[in-house]
């Protein structure tokens, strides 16, 4: 009886401890990271045969805090099933994807960005994505 006392107090303990040790508040409640790229503009596609032709525009309004150029992220769903992610390289503006005529497809397109070595924060990413724009095409 004396040791099954024994073992619930060190197992209340050690969740005690569990739960109240080891994390620092201060870096959980920082929400403060304002590095922000916009959205591409004016994206729109040409479909000839299996092939999709992407373009898009990039904001005039980059900040400063980027370095220059920047990538474009595009992810490809294909009938709602994620299938492959890909960057273009030096702020190009348009990118061709092979496709099933015979499939619905989704394109996100996102801007790339790396953060200065003046801007980056410690103990954050000096990656940022800009909000996705979706295009759909069946």
Partial sequence: MIMRKIEKLIVASLILVLFTGCYDRDILDRKDFNHFLPKVENLSYTLEGNVVKLSWQI?????????????????????????????????????????????????????????????KEEGFTDRVYSEGVIIEIE
């Fill in 59 to 119: 904001p005039d309004n980059i900040p400063q805090d980027f370095k220059r150029p920047l990538e474009v992220s595009i992810q490809v769903v294909e009938d709602d099933i994620y299938r492959q992610k890909f960057s273009i390289f030096n702020e190009i503006n348009t990118a061709e994807v092979t496709v099933d005529p015979n499939k619905k497809y989704r394109f996100i397109v996102k801007l790339l960005g790396f953060l200065t070595p003046e801007a």
